[in-house]
């Protein structure tokens, strides 16, 4: 997609790219390994120590004689790296102290991959073009039965993203907060290299562009 030019790491690019092709990736991620936990793994007579059956039985239900090599780590050093992230996901830049205090306890979802305003917001400009509902690699629109569903949402959608955000109306289509704290549990890496995400708002066709223009184009904004 990069190389095509289909995806130029621009905001709207990074939301419509997670919007659509993130539930598919996890889709494909966990397909395969509830196959591989699943299948059996059969006896082999010439290498007898090795283990054989499903994996899911064998972790959950080892035979008899298995050492569990598990260890119980002090309730302490649960605690302490639990209250480093606490407050993982806020957005501390827009909330009050007090604010703050409050959704310290608030339940931050781990799977979350866009904010819950951004993911109706895209939901919604979807469906307004005819498509509703998950996407599949394999799905076609019966108007562009050549051209795969998602490749349509994807073009579509940053392009729509890219105008809501030169539009300035409400509501805001954003990116999930990155998560803050646990700094200290590992050595710190080389900084990453930030993404212009100003590009595409202050550079941007005055006029949507039809999607099987931009597909005939090579998906450029």
Known sequence: MRDS?????????QIAL????????????????????????????????????KPIVLYFTPPPGVPDYGVQPPHTLLQELQESVRSWGML???????????????????????PGVTMQWCKRALEEVGISGSISFGQTQPELPDIATHRIAYLYLRQAISHHHASGTSPVVSLSSKPSGALSW??????????????EIHDM???YVPVIDMIEAGGED
Not at 5 to 13: A, L, M, Q, R
Not at 186 to 199: C, G, K, S, T
Request: proline share 8%.
């Open 5 to 13: 030019g289909e995806f130029t790491g621009s905001y709207s690019n």
């Open 18 to 53: 997670l919007y659509v092709y993130l539930p598919l990736i996890r889709e494909e991620v966990y397909n395969y390994v509830s196959l591989w936990n699943t299948h059996s793994i059969r006896y082999q007579r010439n290498r007898p120590h090795l283990p054989h059956g």
């Open 92 to 114: 501390k830049d827009f909330l009050s102290i007090a604010e703050q205090q409050f959704f310290l306890h608030a339940v931050i979802d781990p799977d979350e991959y866009l």
């Open 186 to 199: 590992q050595l710190p890496e080389a900084p990453a290299v930030e993404l212009d995400i100003d590009h």
């Open 205 to 207: 066709a005055p006029e």
